[in-house]
T-cell receptor, first 114, second 115 residues
């Protein structure tokens, strides 16, 4: 079954404690992205990756890092989390058809930073 | 950059009625407009999309229309059912080039279908 998986699904942590949210896709897609979802703001892109070892900033990259060492994995790293990073995070995997990029989302990770 | 506005923010209908959600976008270069449905505790799920060279697309009870001149697109759900209750997001994308299909989302519409 084609899918995007994220772990953990729920995480409560404290300010400054480094954490990593993992994302994996089994569709051999080249493109992957991270979004955060906040009430009234929709989904905003944090980082995206065009292929292994190729990443770039989205609209709200501050306070986040990513890496793409393997095609299937795209972890999101918060080196020093702060309360304003409390949010619902989604990983997305993207298939390209011509000039159209269709994104498929994971189930989400709800992060609370105290 | 692209800006997408979505209305209404909440929509309540009776089962069997139609529901319409509207979005406007700002970037005339956008060429791909997907709609996502998000149920409680789940990630957004693609339900229908439309490309800029098409004015309307239907899939059973769901249809999307696009007016490129006015830069707006709409989601139409007919014969609504309680299981249609969810949050719906519109999005726009330029595709190609250096944007790699980055999606800009609307703010979302909470649809409630009352039995």
């Amino acid at each position: 079954e084609a899918q995007v998986t994220q772990n953990p699904r729920y995480l409560i942590t404290v300010t400054g404690k480094k954490l990593t949210v993992t994302c994996s896709q089994n569709m051999n897609h080249e493109y992957m992205s991270w979004y955060r979802q906040d009430p009234g703001l929709g989904l905003r892109q944090i980082y995206y990756s065009m292929n292994v070892e190729v990443t770039d900033k989205g609209d709200v990259p501050e306070g986040y890092k990513v890496s793409r060492k393997e095609k299937r994995n795209f972890p999101l790293i918060l080196e020093s989390p702060s309360p304003n990073q409390t949010s619902l995070y989604f990983c997305a995997s993207t298939i390209r058809t011509g000039r159209i990029y269709t994104q498929y989302f994971g189930p989400g990770t709800r992060l609370t930073v105290l | 950059g692209e800006n997408v506005e979505q209305h209404p923010s909440t929509l309540s209908v009776q089962e069997g009625d139609s529901a319409v959600i509207k979005c406007t976008y700002s970037d005339s270069a956008s060429n791909y407009f997907p709609w996502y449905k998000q149920e409680l505790g789940k990630g957004p799920q693609l339900i229908i999309d439309i490309r800029s060279n098409v004015g309307e697309k239907k899939d059973q009870r769901i249809a999307v229309t696009l007016n490129k001149t006015a830069k707006h697109f709409s989601l139409h759900i007919t014969e609504t059912q309680p299981e249609d209750s969810a949050v719906y997001f519109c999005a726009a994308s330029r595709g190609g080039g250096t944007s790699y299909g980055k999606l800009t989302f609307g703010q979302g519409t909470i649809l409630t279908v009352h039995p």
